[in-house]
T-cell receptor, first 115, second 114 residues
Framework: AQSVTQLDSQVPVFEEAPVELRCNYS??????LFWYVQYPNQGLQLLLK??????LVKGINGFEAEFNKSQTSFHLRKPSVHISDTAEYFC?????????????FGDGTTLTVKP | EPEVTQTPSHQVTQMGQEVILRCVPI?????FYWYRQILGQKVEFLVS????????KSEIFDDQFSVERPDGSNFTLKIRSTKLEDSAMYFC????????????FGEGSWLTVV
């Protein structure tokens, strides 16, 4: 079984400032890691994913995340945020060993970008 | 870009009524999923479906729930006798393959049980 902890429920930040959204996970098996974004009244959109290889993963909209196996973390970063980045962000994991693609989600972090 | 579409976008139903939520996954995808998100809570896995059968389900997915792929394009979630606690956003999703592959989510169906 897996669990995901998003350490910050709300992150307010000013436009053009850097941001980091923190995610830690717990699992007894190897996992894949994902970050999704949910804009108001919309579905979930994949930002980026870590499957294997380089631990630094680049995604859409200028976001990147770094997989740290020893700290079981997958923090999301953006060097300079825009007002349009205001949304809910979810970290998720799925078990590498199954084919079902079932993902376990964190509680979400609300990113609010202020002018 | 291909997308997962869901209908209805919002449904209000009385407690005890049956509800069917419909989804059209991306056409070349093989795995289909339902997730739900109770207001203010995390997104929770309900069920995955592959090769015309359930491949995995969560403890939430009890006998009140069922899924079906009635034809080559639709994927439905039925709740037999709705309860107040079934009120949530229900997301359909699909992926080309299983674990590790990108799961594409629909925009969700808001179910309100009164």
């Amino acid at each position: 079984a897996q669990s995901v902890t998003q350490l910050d429920s709300q992150v307010p930040v000013f436009e053009e400032a850097p941001v980091e959204l923190r995610c830690n996970y717990s699992s007894s098996v190897s996992v894949y890691l994902f970050w999704y974004v949910q804009y108001p009244n919309q579905g979930l959109q994949l930002l980026l994913k870590y499957l294997s290889g380089s631990t630094l993963v680049k995604g859409i909209n200028g976001f990147e995340a770094e997989f740290n196996k020893s700290q079981t973390s997958f923090h999301l970063r953006k060097p300079s945020v825009h007002i349009s980045d205001t949304a809910e962000y979810f970290c998720a994991v799925s078990d590498r060993s199954t084919n079902a693609g079932k993902s376990t989600f964190g509680d979400g972090t609300t990113l609010t970008v202020k002018p | 870009e291909p997308e997962v579409t869901q209908t209805p976008s919002h449904q209000v139903t009385q407690m005890g009524q049956e509800v069917i939520l419909r989804c059209v996954p991306i056409s070349n995808h093989l795995y289909f999923y339902w997730y739900r998100q109770i207001l203010g809570q995390k997104v929770e896995f309900l069920v995955s479906f592959y090769n015309n059968e359930i491949s995995e389900k969560s403890e939430i997915f009890d006998d009140q729930f069922s899924v079906e792929r009635p034809d080559g394009s639709n994927f439905t979630l039925k709740i037999r006798s709705t309860k107040l606690e079934d009120s949530a956003m229900y997301f359909c999703a699909s992926s080309e393959l299983g674990s590790g592959n990108t799961i594409y989510f629909g925009e969700g169906s808001w179910l309100t049980v009164v």
